[in-house]
């Protein structure tokens, strides 16, 4: 686990905002654009997100491929299009971390 990579991607809200509609996807996004995926299992895409946050699509997926690298989100490209989901296992340990080392 990348602890100050984890601590500089949750230091930006809009980053921390998309944590938190990952967190429970089917509340915070239309299941039917998304043809058939599904968004718990493998997660939303990117012009959705980027939607949401309201921003142009290279912020987003700037944002995105930050969390990515500190490992808190998993990513599924299937054609031409990359699906974004919550990585529960680091995202427990940092967690623990927290609460137990920090």
């Known amino acids: ?13 809009a980053r921390l905002q998309i944590l938190y509609w990952l967190k429970n996807p089917k ?10 995926i599904d968004l718990e ?5 990117v012009s959705q997100i980027t939607a949401k946050l309201n921003m142009t699509q290279s912020t987003a997926s700037h944002y ?5 690298k500190a490992g808190l989100l998993h990513a599924t490209r299937i054609g031409k299009w990359t699906y974004y989901r919550r990585n ?8 623990t971390y927290i609460l137990k080392d920090l």
Request: charged share 25%.
């Open 27 to 36: 509340e915070h996004f239309n299941s039917e654009s998304q043809q058939g």
């Open 41 to 45: 299992e493998v997660g939303v895409c």
């Open 1 to 13: 686990m990348d602890t100050l990579n984890i601590l500089k991607s949750l230091s930006n809200e």
């Open 64 to 68: 995105l491929l930050m969390l990515q």
């Open 88 to 95: 529960e296992e680091t995202i427990k340990r940092f967690g």
